[in-house]
């Protein structure tokens, strides 16, 4: 008979998923991204840090005490921000950054769980 709980180990997927995209993201804010407004540039270079950054930490994830409230998250702070923000760079329109502080509470809410 299967468990009914989540393997902690597809964080580790999650992770690896995220990270291609986070580098190919990177990558392209680097080399290709070329923004008429250049404040945006630096949006999308602060989107691409958040977003390797918490993908490293998701490798952790299944050593936590509560793998899925901390990689979950992790993984919906890493789209809400940072998935605003290239969005919000990339169309050159702040409008779109709006999900950026929901995200930004979940990367603080997904650390403190490591308190508990």
């Known amino acids: 008979m299967r468990s009914s709980a989540m393997d902690p180990l597809i964080w580790h997927k999650v992770a690896g998923l ?18 008429k407004n250049p404040a ?3 949006v999308w270079q602060t989107a691409s840090l958040y977003h390797l950054v918490h993908t490293a930490a998701l490798v952790a994830a299944p050593l936590t005490k ?5 990689g979950g998250m992790l993984t919906a702070g890493i789209i809400l921000f940072s998935g605003s923000c290239y969005t919000a760079a990339f169309l050159e329109d702040r409008k779109y950054s709006t999900l950026a502080p929901v ?9 403190a769980s490591l308190l508990f």
């Open 103 to 111: 995200g930004g509470f979940l990367f603080i809410g997904a650390w």
């Open 18 to 35: 995220c990270g291609v995209a986070a580098l190919g993201l990177g990558t392209y804010g680097a080399h290709v991204f070329r923004p």
């Open 66 to 70: 509560r793998p899925s409230i901390f």
């Open 40 to 42: 945006y540039k630096e």
